[in-house]
């Protein structure tokens, strides 16, 4: 086994057992700690970590506006010492384990071999066609107490051509693994050119799984079953309208700063995003273009039609992306198609759209 494989347990233990773990670091106030003691052993924390307990004891995100979190910490453990929590601890290598959430004991939970299992098994289904590299390659991943896979709808992956390019139906599962929220299924659309997966994560593309007795069974069934045809035609639509429509400046300036956020902003992924919507401070005569009001930003437009964002966001966060960037890339997607765009319309005659932005090695 590698030393880097990952191991996720979940012990049961009261809430008294917590220890906050003091931090050298002086700039840490008024945050979560770092570290917490559970019988003897330090476990690194996470913001997960950190919302599941608290939304376990019905404490609102308000209250640390006042109050820092191990101070709300230490008083709960105060109040109620006996209470039993379930953890989920993943562990890889030798550094410390990770705390990824805490649920009550007798919640049912889809455990992490349950989830990598039964997710690995409907994602290589009958369905899949063998030329699809996108089938082949992506196989269930996980990150942050989270499983994921990409999966055909029951119906097929009924290709269809949305302008010049030719797209299948998917849909994408997220089941968690630590007891903490729902599974969900985010629709989603297969670039066949070049295997882009777009995924609408956005309210009006996505179906909550309500979680019965046995979580295995209930996750099984959505799986079999799942499909949506009223909501992937409502999707290929919203693409269609993307190849006619300018993107704004401010969606141009948008997907500038999720980039920015996400830290690959800088060399050629800036480069081939400034060559997409062309040169905007020249084009409008600002050095920054965030003096624009959002009003104005919204009515002035870049030199790209919308449909050119979705692709090069989704071509980043299919093939270029960590895990951990790709969800907030995928939800620029999923704002941006289930909204009207800014200049919705506004581009009548599609043109021939490139297959690759990001020719890089």
């Not at 230490?74 to 993943?90: F, H, I, K, W």
């Not at 996505?206 to 079999?224: F, K």
Request: proline share 5%; net charge positive; charged share 25%.
């Amino acid at each position: 086994m590698s030393s880097n494989a990952l191991t996720v347990e979940y012990p049961i233990v009261s809430l008294g057992e917590l220890r906050v773990v003091p931090t050298s670091n002086p700039k840490a106030t008024r945050r979560a700690s770092e570290c917490l003691a559970v019988r003897g052993e330090t476990f690194l924390t996470t913001p997960r970590f950190w919302r599941s307990l608290f939304h376990r004891f019905g404490i609102s995100g308000n209250i640390f506006r006042y109050f820092d979190h191990d101070e709300v910490f230490t008083r709960v453990v105060q109040r109620s010492p006996d209470d039993r929590l379930r953890l989920c601890a993943e562990r890889r290598g030798k550094g410390h384990p990770r705390l990824m959430a805490v649920s009550h004991p007798n919640r049912p939970l889809l455990d992490y071999d349950q989830a990598v299992s039964l997710l690995g098994r409907y994602h290589e289904g009958p369905v899949r066609q063998a030329h699809d590299r996108a089938s082949r390659d992506d196989r269930p991943a996980y990150h942050d107490g989270i499983v994921s896979s990409t999966h055909t709808p029951r119906s097929g992956q009924a290709g269809s051509d949305i302008g010049p390019d030719r797209f299948h139906n998917r849909f994408v599962v997220e089941a968690p693994i630590d007891g903490f929220g729902q599974p969900r299924i985010f629709l989603s659309l297969l670039r066949q050119i070049c295997s882009n997966g777009a995924i609408g994560y956005a309210r009006a593309f996505r179906s909550d799984i309500r979680i019965g007795e046995d979580a295995a069974y209930t996750l099984e069934r959505a799986l079999g079953q799942f499909d949506h045809e009223e909501g992937f035609a409502a999707l290929r639509q919203r693409f269609q309208s993307a190849q006619k429509s300018w993107a704004s400046l401010h969606e141009a300036l948008q997907l500038h700063r999720v980039l920015a956020r996400l830290g690959i902003s800088g060399g050629p992924y800036q480069k081939e995003l400034d060559r997409l919507c062309g040169d905007l401070h020249a084009l409008y005569g600002l050095a920054n273009l965030e003096s624009l009001s959002v009003k104005r930003q919204r009515m002035l437009p870049a030199r790209c039609r919308v449909y050119d964002l979705l692709n090069f966001a989704s071509e980043i966060a299919t093939h270029r992306a960590s895990a951990e960037s790709r969800p907030r890339l995928q939800a620029y997607i999923g704002t941006l198609v289930s909204d009207e765009y800014d200049l919705e319309g506004t581009a009548e005659k599609v043109p021939e759209f490139r297959d690759l932005f990001l020719n890089l090695n």
